[in-house]
């Protein structure tokens, strides 16, 4: 090991889009950053659908021109299908946003991801990669640099005055504390494959994410398409549905895409392009997202059901957040926990927006009957389905929802509530497929 440690300003720890996005954004104040990435780009991810709201992010980072200059295929809308096959008009974000930020995109990750890191190079951030972060150093109770093994091999310890954990779901400093709270309500699975061929719509269309219910509502389809000819299909339900007492993930998958006609006539021209893909989508969220000297962010801090695309919003936001926490913190010499985790009360009333919202979808709550009903609500539900999260005025939405309730409705647990149990959230990861390799 080398016995003189490197002085940074920053260390991060992962180069998906939180760390890529945290890192330039300090470095854009002239802080010296280094990032370590474990695995050599690109690499396969899940979470391909962006939303709006991902845009005032993407022009601080000056991604803007560099995604409307990439292949990637234009979003403007989402339409949902319901479990009788009834599609809801889409919903263009456009109508209720009339701005360039009402645009959107579909991505294949392995590129986006490696577009925002190489973004981040270009900013000034020193980049790591294929390098492990092989523990985070403390003094006493404050985190200050990391014990890190680099490309050539070679072992040293990096000294810093903020450690950023956007180390994924691995989430070092979470699991080191014993952060974890399990979401009680949302344990889900999901299993997916991408189809050549298979049926698009056109024009504004072409690049809409449809969400398809299963007729028997257990769970439901995310269909979106990508600029490679590929589709993106999979099936998200409840995990003890999916995986247990069931064949194969692949047997599985084909029985329900038979079960969903929804789904099933939009691939009857369409030949698979890949293997089966399988992985746990149990939400869960950290009591802390910072302590003195650290922050995590993007799914080192939570990850939150996939049903409405929020995934590379909240890691980009909660990346751009932490970052302006620690770039004044450390302006005025202030890395304290308060300090560096200042954002995390307005970032969790958005993220608790969303997953109301996911949760109502599962408890029967319908689009298309709540617009009809409450019409002059549709813009606001528009807002959340944006990623329009962080502020107050789509409240008002609630107590309208509340009166479609069924008699005997339940109350949503809060994340508080009793999760699953340890034991069988250890036990899913022996369950899953690897991810495969890249297309």
């Given at each position: 090991m080398?016995?003189n ?5 920053v ?7 939180a ?8 470095a854009q104040q002239g ?12 690499r ?6 962006l ?6 992010v ?25 479990a009788e ?29 490696a577009?925002?890191l ?7 951030v020193?980049?790591?990669q294929?390098a ?12 200050v ?14 000294r ?14 979470m ?25 698009r ?25 990508q600029?490679d000819?590929?589709?993106s ?39 698979r392009?890949?293997?089966?893909f399988a ?43 932490a ?7 450390i302006?005025k010499?202030?890395?304290?926990a308060?300090q560096l ?11 608790d ?5 996911v ?6 709550f ?22 329009d ?27 508080t ?8 959230a ?14």
């Open positions: 080398n016995s440690p490197l002085q940074v300003d260390v991060v720890i992962g180069g998906g889009p760390g890529s996005t945290a890192s330039t954004l300090l802080l010296k950053v280094h990032l370590y990435e474990r695995d050599k780009f690109p396969f991810h899940i979470g391909e659908s939303i709006p709201e991902t845009y005032w993407f022009k601080r980072l000056n991604m803007l021109e560099k995604m409307r200059k990439s292949a990637f295929i234009k979003k403007y809308s989402v339409q949902f299908v319901n096959g009834k599609e809801s008009a889409p919903f263009y974000f456009h109508d209720n946003k009339p701005h360039e930020c009402s645009q959107t995109w579909q991505v294949i990750r392995s590129e986006f991801d577009m925002m190489e973004n981040a190079r270009e900013h000034g020193v980049v790591h294929p492990r972060v092989l523990e985070v150093l403390f003094e006493g109770d404050r985190a640099g990391a014990k890190v093994q680099l490309e050539n091999g070679e072992t040293r310890e990096i810093s005055k903020v450690v950023v954990d956007a180390s994924g779901q691995s989430a070092m400093l699991n080191r504390f014993k952060l974890r709270l399990w979401d009680p309500v949302l344990n889900k699975g999901a299993i997916w494959t991408y189809w050549e061929g298979a049926y719509d056109v024009g504004k269309d072409e690049g809409a994410t449809v969400v398809i219910q299963t007729p028997d509502k257990q769970g439901w389809f995310w269909y979106i398409p600029h000819n590929t589709m299909v999979g099936i998200v339900g409840p995990f003890d549905y999916l995986f247990k007492n069931r064949g194969t993930h692949e047997e599985t998958y084909n029985e329900e895409i038979e079960r969903c006609p929804g789904v099933k006539r939009r691939l009857v021209d369409a030949k392009a890949t293997g089966y992985t746990k989508d149990y939400s869960y969220r950290s009591k802390e997202c910072a302590g003195n000297g650290w922050v995590t962010i993007g799914d080192a801090f939570g990850f939150l059901d996939p049903l409405y695309s929020s995934g590379v919003l909240l890691a980009l936001k909660s990346g751009q957040l970052a302006d926490a620690i770039a004044e913190g302006g010499g202030d890395t304290s308060d985790g200042n954002w995390g009360p307005m970032f969790n009333k958005g993220i927006r969303m997953r109301r919202l949760c109502e979808y599962y408890d029967g319908s689009f298309g009957a709540f617009i009809k009903k409450f019409p002059e609500y549709r813009g606001k539900i528009t807002d959340l389905l944006i990623g999260l962080f502020e107050d005025k789509v409240d008002v939405v609630w107590e309208p929802m509340a009166t479609l309730y069924k008699e005997g409705k339940q109350a949503i647990p809060d994340w509530a009793t999760p699953p149990a340890d034991v069988a250890n036990k899913l990861n022996e369950l899953f497929l690897p991810e495969g390799q890249l297309r």
